[in-house]
């Protein structure tokens, strides 16, 4: 068990959880396939990168949610990727920290965490909406 984070493109919200209530395994392949939903694209996947989590987590608090921030999608806003980047670019992501979560990572995932905004934009510009999740 442990920290497991994706970012993925999709049309709408709840696109994501549709998919997987609907999907079956396509016959003669490793593949899951929906007749009703198309499967969002993964454009990132972190796996225990805590502060990363933590900071998405302000970001849906910030919304007014509570809980446990653990299956709960959270839209990607022009607005949040431009504070992300200047977070990960200066080294303010919040330490956090959880029994599934791991160390802090921040420097390993540097490169990844520019990269995923700049795939981010690249996706909300083409008019589709970026949805970050986690489970742990």
């Not at 979560?101 to 540097?110: K, L, P, R, T, V």
């Amino acid at each position: 068990m442990g920290l497991d984070m994706y970012a993925y493109a999709a049309a709408r919200a709840g696109q994501q959880k549709e998919f997987w209530d609907t999907a079956e395994l396509a016959q003669g392949s490793n593949e899951y396939e929906s007749k009703t939903v198309a499967r969002p694209r993964e454009i990132a996947y972190w796996r225990k990168h805590p502060n990363l989590h933590g900071w998405f987590r302000a970001e849906w608090e910030s919304l007014g949610n509570e809980g446990s921030f653990n299956g709960d999608e959270l839209e990607i806003t022009w607005d949040m990727l431009e504070r992300l980047e200047y977070d990960v670019r200066n080294g303010e992501l919040p330490q956090t920290q959880g029994f599934f979560f791991g160390n802090n990572s921040d420097a390993d995932y540097y490169n990844d965490d520019l990269e995923f905004i700049k795939n981010a934009r690249a996706e909300l510009f083409m008019g589709l909406k970026v949805f970050y999740n986690s489970s742990w």
